[in-house]
């Protein structure tokens, strides 16, 4: 698991968004350079979507990665390449500097995928998903490659879901679009993409619809959803799980070295009762 990065030593990376105080990449990212044996800085930045570009103007030559949440994911893509799946999805998570290039990379994708995976699900056929918004594009990208063949989304204003369309039937998936209700169909998987608590009147039906759930929230936890799933017996993947996953992928694309995701979950889970022993 340790090396040395074909990208030098002593180089700098960042958490950007807004708000950020709350970001447990930090603590992900930093760990695992421990374990790698880097002398690698890892920052957090509070920058808005309007400052992103600004903020990447004026950085030196020793930043080598940019790990991006909300609001930046959008104006990522016109600050950066976009990779194939970061112009699939219409979002990047990631920005890794290149000599003069700035490459643009959605790592959601493979890191909702690789969560799954780890509870055992190795394809999927139906879904139901809950919010339309930039992570529900990357979903709707990472079912395809679960295997999905139809998705149900719930969403509080359905207009907002028609963007989301395309992007299935492009996936080889049939999508309906729903408003919020608790009539949820039968599904292999659930997958709530909205906000702490925004899915609690829905959360017994969800959570009875589907052997699989997963939450992308990870703080509080457990969410109404997530305390349903557990209740009827339903596996669980929480957004902690993404987060590890998905920054496997910063990782490898920054530091071009390989970690184990449990390194990551592990300083999560710690970081977490940190927070919450205070």
């Known amino acids: 698991m340790t090396g040395r990065s074909p990208y030098g030593d002593d ?5 950007l ?18 374990v790698l ?27 080598r990665g940019l790990s991006l949440t909300m609001p930046c994911k959008v104006a990522a893509m016109t600050v950066g390449e976009p990779d194939p799946v970061a112009t699939a999805v219409g979002v990047a998570n990631t920005l890794v500097f290149d000599g003069d290039r700035r490459l643009a990379y ?9 969560a ?3 509870v055992g699900v190795s394809t999927i056929e139906r879904a139901v998903l809950l919010g339309s918004g930039a992570t529900a594009r990357s979903a709707i990208v990472s079912l395809g490659r679960l295997g999905c063949r139809s998705v149900h989304v719930i969403v509080r204003t359905p207009a907002r879901a028609a963007e989301l369309t395309d992007l299935a039937t492009a996936q080889g998936m049939t999508l309906t ?61 929480s957004g902690l799980d993404l987060l590890a996953h998905q920054a496997v ?21 710690a970081e977490l009762d940190r927070r919450a022993a205070r």
């Open 11 to 15: 180089r700098t990376c960042a958490v």
């Open 17 to 34: 968004g807004s708000p950020i105080e709350h970001s447990l990449s930090p603590a992900l990212h930093r760990a695992a350079y421990r």
């Open 37 to 63: 044996g880097l002398d690698w800085t890892y920052e957090r930045h509070e920058v808005t979507d309007s400052g992103l570009a600004g903020f990447v103007d004026a950085l030196g030559p020793q930043w």
């Open 106 to 114: 959605n790592t959601d994708v493979g890191g909702l995928v690789d």
């Open 116 to 118: 799954v995976r780890a």
């Open 177 to 237: 679009v729903a408003g919020w209700t608790t009539d949820v169909p039968d599904a292999d998987l659930v997958l709530s993409t909205v906000t702490a608590g925004a899915a609690d009147g829905l959360a017994t039906a969800a959570a009875e619809s589907a052997p699989v759930v997963f939450d992308v929230v990870y703080d509080p936890w457990p969410t109404g959803l997530a305390a349903a799933a557990e209740a009827a017996g339903a596996a669980v993947v």
């Open 249 to 269: 992928g910063q990782l490898r694309l920054m530091t071009g070295l390989e970690v184990d995701a449990e390194v990551l979950l592990s300083a999560g889970r």
